[in-house]
């Protein structure tokens, strides 16, 4: 039997990490094409709350997947973007959207 610490190197299981919940692979799909304002996010995501979406914004920035921009205007404005490590993201998550294509 495998100890449950076999799995804590494990590179997956790290990944999985990253964007692992109900919403940061929907937040890392709305910041894909370009940065967004918490409010588009929040429009293309109508089910979230918006206590839960500044909470998983802040932990994707907090693993370096998005950044988070403060323009110094009044009224203040933020934009959210992918970093790069966050982009390179992209090519796998389209390869399991694709994988899941095939297996329907």
Not at 47 to 71: P, W
Not at 83 to 103: D, M, Q, V
């Amino acid at each position: 039997m495998k100890n449950k610490n076999d799995y804590a190197d494990c590179p997956v299981t790290e990944v999985i990490a990253l964007f692992g919940g109900r919403w940061k692979l929907i937040i890392l799909r709305v910041l894909s094409k370009h940065a967004r304002r918490f409010g588009e996010i929040s429009v293309r995501i109508p089910a979230i709350s918006k206590k839960v979406l500044t909470e998983q914004l802040k932990e994707l920035e907090a693993d370096g997947l998005i950044s988070r921009k403060q323009f110094g205007e009044f009224p203040p404005r933020v934009e959210y973007a992918l970093t790069e490590y966050g982009k390179s993201l992209c090519p796998l998550l389209a390869y399991i959207a694709a994988w899941k294509k095939e297996r329907v």
